[in-house]
């Protein structure tokens, strides 16, 4: 089994910053993509940003410059650098990984959420 455990959420007032961390762990032989989606009250769930294992970071155009992903391999954790936030970041954040098993299965799960509100 794999699971994924986020943490970093919370209250934060515009123009403020936090980071998220999404940490993956069990049966995994390596990481394939590791990403950020978010929903919003009353909206579908979106994606964020992704990178994947030899490529480059992408973003949806509403967190450009404002958003970082990163990964730490070694520990088998996605990180979200969030700055610059705005009320309509304010969202459950879902971490999102793909990974491949020692049985050459490919899974992809989904982290448990995590509350951002940006509020003054």
């Known amino acids: 089994q794999v699971q994924l455990v986020e943490s970093g959420g919370g209250l934060v007032q515009p123009g403020g910053s936090l980071r998220l961390s999404c940490a993956a762990s069990g049966n995994i032989f390596s990481i394939n993509a590791m990403g950020w989606y978010r929903q919003a009250p009353g909206k579908e769930r979106e994606l964020v940003a992704v990178?994947?294992?030899?490529?480059?970071?992408d973003y949806a155009d509403s967190v450009k410059d404002r958003f970082t992903i990163s990964r730490d391999n070694a520990k088998r954790t996605v990180y979200l650098q969030a700055s610059s936030l705005k009320p309509e970041d304010t969202a459950v954040y879902y971490c999102?990984?793909?990974?491949?098993?020692?049985?050459?299965?490919?899974?992809?799960?989904w982290g448990q959420g995590t509350l951002v509100t940006v509020s003054s």
């Open positions: 990178i994947i294992s030899g490529g480059t970071p």
């Open positions: 999102n990984v793909e990974v491949t098993d020692y049985t050459g299965g490919r899974l992809r799960l």
